[in-house]
């Protein structure tokens, strides 16, 4: 079992900046890759960004590449993610996620922190 708690999301204008974290305990956090999704209310969960166990590896949806940045502290058991340039598209709730690969699908992940909001105002 791995618990995860997020952090760090707020209310930013078009343009802003905010960073993520997800805080993991419980089983080995280095065993898991990590992922982030978000939802939008009426939409369906959607993949944002994958990080491997090792952090050597990362992907991105197509909407933030270029944006935003995922990265991994093993010895904190703690995922980032730092948004840039955020767009009133961007609003949703964002959820980190661990599994055994860094897919692109919330099927692929066993364990789910309860979310964080982000709000961008234009």
């Known amino acids: 079992q791995v618990q995860m708690v997020e952090s760090g999301g707020g209310l930013v204008q078009a343009g802003g900046s905010l960073r993520l974290s997800c805080a993991a305990s419980?089983?080995?956090?280095?065993?898991?890759?990590m992922g982030w999704f978000r939802q939008a209310p009426g939409k369906e969960r959607e993949f944002v960004a994958a990080?491997?166990?090792?952090?050597?590896?990362?992907y991105y949806a197509d909407s933030v590449k270029g944006r935003f940045t995922i990265s991994r502290d093993n010895a904190k058991n703690t995922v980032y993610l730092q948004m840039s340039s955020l767009k009133p598209e961007d609003t949703a709730v964002y959820y980190c996620?661990?599994?055994?690969?860094?897919?692109?699908?919330?099927?692929?992940?066993?364990?789910w922190g309860q979310g964080t909001q982000v709000t961008v105002s234009s």
């Open positions: 996620a661990a599994g055994t690969t860094p897919g692109s699908r919330p099927y692929e992940y066993n364990y």
């Open positions: 419980g089983r080995t956090f280095s065993n898991y890759a």
């Open positions: 990080i491997n166990w090792s952090g050597r590896s990362t």
